[in-house]
């Protein structure tokens, strides 16, 4: 069974780093879609960062140079960089990939087709 299990986030002040890392099991990322998101509105997440099978990597002009996502596939890890972090970013954090679907710019949180989601981990940002 396909599953994802994030680690990392917690508090910190703005202007501050954090890192988020998400191990995938049942499945490997060569392949796959992958993509990190926050949850916005309600159960509702939109997309941080998109990483396409080819490796190419594009992000929403509200992070854009602020978060960066890297990958290791020998261990199956993706992370997420974020630094220069606001209030604005406090949110709970989504890993997501798929192998045979899409995953969209915005997306129920938990849901979408042949999307696998980690369990969301809270990212606070404290002005």
């Known amino acids: 069974e396909e599953s994802l299990v994030e680690s990392g986030g917690g508090s910190v002040q703005a202007g501050g780093s954090l890192s988020l890392s998400c191990t995938a099991s049942?499945?490997?990322?060569?392949?796959?879609?992958l993509g990190w998101y926050r949850q916005y509105s309600g159960n509702q997440c939109k997309m941080v960062v998109l990483v396409e099978r080819d490796g190419r990597t594009s992000y929403p002009d509200s992070v854009k140079g602020r978060f960066t996502a890297s990958q290791d596939n020998a261990k199956n890890v993706m992370y997420l960089q974020m630094s220069s972090l606001s209030p604005q970013d406090t949110a709970v954090y989504y890993c997501a990939a798929t192998l045979g679907g899409q995953l969209p710019p915005f997306v129920y949180c938990g849901q979408g087709y042949k999307i696998s989601w980690g369990q969301g981990t809270q990212v606070t940002v404290s002005s």
């Open positions: 049942g499945f490997t990322f060569g392949g796959a879609t």
